[in-house]
């Protein structure tokens, strides 16, 4: 087990030509002894090429990756003391269970064929696999193979694991069932963890940490909370949660914030945040959108809207709104408590609390205020 370090790694491709990519522009940060670290963003963003950099698959163009107090840039891929789990398991199908488990450890090592035995059948233990152990991979179920291939990777006793969408081929139940064991698995191992995904939602509650990518360039690295409730930019803002946070471009005067539809007075706190800066994105998250019957809209940050669309969700309703006088289309989300009968068509009043808003630079993106977290019960950002 070893802390793991990228300083400032950089991939090109096709460098020179016209077709030129940059995949991973210039990444920096470091992941701690025994730290589950997710990366996370949408397809495309280079959180598999900085995993397959990690892992030797891929040649760094630029920069340096370190384990612990090693560099590993021009280590082969086995000698790295890396364990890498795939997407598609990637279990030789002509291998029983136990064949699949022990050949890492023939090719790489010269442990002895007792000491190999004792390995596989105590992981195999730990993973709930010892009755599938002369079976094949054609025999087995998709969690099954999940866990032989993480198995696999135990055994080896790497100093880190990689692990590239491991549960996204698993049906909804079954990727909810091995968050929690993964989660529980790496815990109990303490090995430093590498994880990536483009499920916010597994970034959420599996890492210690999540560090968000787009275009390649790294847009926040932090605990799941810091991200959610504190973003950087609006990028980080609109991806991580569910549903997504609301935005509405406004140009600012003084103190108050105009849109086409409505008018938003700013505390002094946030006023002093912005500066010079006048083209101004507000947002809100729908958990923080208040919705009351149908009353006048008294208050500076109530508005008179129109429900266009409820989705029940079991414990909540996402509630689609349209200001009064909004074309169709134009709405945005307040997620509310599933008991409350809420149709299309009913008109209501929606509150956009000061203490909830985030305020984002039009021009750069760069969050200027987040939200206040003295109502948030249990936050803590280090």
């Known amino acids: 087990m070893a802390e793991l370090t990228l300083d400032s790694v950089t991939k090109v491709f096709n460098e020179g030509g016209s077709d030129e990519v940059v995949a991973v522009d210039d990444l920096s940060m470091g992941i701690e002894d025994g730290e589950f670290l997710v990366l996370v963003g949408p397809s495309g963003c280079g959180k598999s090429t900085t995993l397959r950099m990690i892992a030797g698959l891929e040649t760094v163009t630029d920069g340096e990756i370190r384990l612990g107090e090693r560099r590993i840039n021009d280590s082969s891929p086995a000698d790295r003391d890396i364990a890498m789990v795939f997407q598609s398991y990637a279990l030789y199908p002509h291998m029983t269970v136990r064949e699949n488990m022990r050949f890492g450890l023939e090719e790489s090592t010269d442990m002895p064929d007792d000491e190999i035995t004792e390995k596989v059948e105590s992981t195999a233990a730990m993973m709930g696999i010892e009755e599938l152990l002369d079976r ?144 101004i994105t507000l947002g809100v998250r729908p958990e923080d959108v208040g919705v009351q019957p149908e009353a006048d809209a008294s208050g500076d940050h109530e508005f008179e809207c129109v429900v266009d669309v409820v989705e029940p969700v079991g414990e909540s309703n996402n509630v689609y709104l349209r200001f009064a006088g909004a074309p169709e289309g134009e709405t945005f989300i307040a997620t509310i408590s599933g008991m409350r009968n809420v149709a299309a068509g009913d008109r209501v009043v929606a509150t956009i609390p000061p203490s909830a808003i985030h305020l984002f630079d039009d021009r750069t993106g760069e969050a200027l205020r987040n939200r206040s977290l003295a109502d948030v019960d249990g936050v803590t950002l280090s």
Do not use: W
Not at 156 to 183: G, H, I, V
């Open 136 to 279: 094949k991979p054609g025999e087995l179920s998709g969690g099954q193979q999940q866990r032989v291939a993480l198995g696999r990777a135990i055994v080896r006793d790497p100093s880190a694991f990689l692990m590239d969408e491991p549960l996204s081929n698993l049906d909804a139940k079954l990727r909810a069932t091995m968050r929690t064991e993964l989660q529980r698995l790496q815990a109990d191992l303490g090995v430093t963890t590498v994880y990536v995904t483009h499920d916010q939602t597994e970034a959420m509650t599996m890492g210690d940490r999540i560090a968000v990518l787009d275009d390649g360039v790294l847009q926040q690295i932090g605990t799941p909370l810091e991200c959610y409730h504190a973003p950087s930019n609006r990028f980080v803002a609109g991806f991580i949660g569910e549903p997504s946070m609301n935005f509405f471009p406004t140009t600012r005067s003084a103190d108050t914030l105009s849109a086409e539809q409505f008018t938003y007075p700013l505390p002094a706190a946030a006023t002093d945040a912005l500066g010079d800066a006048t083209d």
